[in-house]
Every structure is written in structure tokens, then in C-alpha cells.
């Protein structure tokens, strides 16, 4: 199985940014898709970005859409999230999924793969 480990969380000021990086061990990110889920207290595990196994094409929440950015490049096996411009709700616990399989996808479901997750929290 591929083991996925996140890191980059932290504290931050609204309007402030942090880049989240998912490693993967193992297999090499060339034959996964990736994507990022989060989970605020209380609330439903939900999509934030996706990118395909290419890296060619990625699709993002209408939340964070226009200040996260996916990316990923496979000859580190790491994925990132650049988060910019960030809010209060967007604190939550940050997961990176990985899928063998060419498209992107946003259902949880859809991912085999989980890292443990990172706490990112965004202060007022």
C-alpha cells in the first residue's frame, strides 16, 4: 500500500498563506491521482482540490476556488496545496487522498489512500 504523511500546518492570520506538501512512499506519484480533503470540527469531510495523474488538469471547491492551488510533481512524490488569501472557515484538519487512475475525482469514496491529516487553523 502507498502511505501518505502531510505537512505545512500551522497558524496563520487571515489573509495569510501556507503550502500543505503530501509525500508519498512507495510507488511514485506518475501513476496516482491526487486530491485534498478537509474536515472542520463538527462537520462533513469535504473536497477541496483534485489533479490528475498527469498533473495536466485540476478542479477546485467553490470555496477555495481563485486562492488554493493544486500541484504536484511526481519525480518527488509530493503533492502540494499553496492556500492563499485564507480564511477563518477554512481552518479544519487537511487530508491528501491518492487514487491509481488517470482522472481527477471529487468523491471521497473515489480515494483509496489517506494521510493522517493536518491541522491548519486561521486566526481572525
Known amino acids: 500500500q502507498v502511505q501518505l504523511v502531510e505537512s505545512g500546518g500551522g497558524l496563520v492570520q487571515a489573509g495569510g498563506s501556507l503550502r500543505l506538501a503530501c509525500s508519498a512512499s512507495?510507488?511514485?506519484?506518475?501513476?496516482?491521482?491526487m486530491g485534498w480533503f478537509r474536515q472542520a470540527p463538527g462537520r462533513e469531510r469535504q473536497f477541496v482540490a483534485a489533479?490528475?495523474?498527469?498533473?495536466?488538469?485540476?478542479y477546485y471547491a467553490d470555496s477555495v476556488k481563485g486562492r488554493f492551488t493544486i500541484s504536484k510533481d511526481n519525480a518527488k512524490n509530493t503533492e502540494y496545496l499553496q492556500m492563499n488569501s485564507l480564511k477563518p472557515e477554512d481552518t479544519a484538519v487537511y487530508y491528501c487522498?491518492?487514487?491509481?487512475?488517470?482522472?481527477?475525482?471529487?468523491?471521497?469514496?473515489?480515494?483509496?489512500?489517506w494521510g493522517q491529516g493536518t491541522q491548519v487553523t486561521v486566526s481572525s
Open positions: 487522498a491518492a487514487r491509481n487512475g488517470l482522472a481527477l475525482l471529487t468523491r471521497r469514496d473515489a480515494y483509496a489512500y
Open positions: 512507495g510507488r511514485t506519484f506518475s501513476t496516482y491521482a
Open positions: 489533479i490528475s495523474m498527469s498533473g495536466g488538469s485540476t
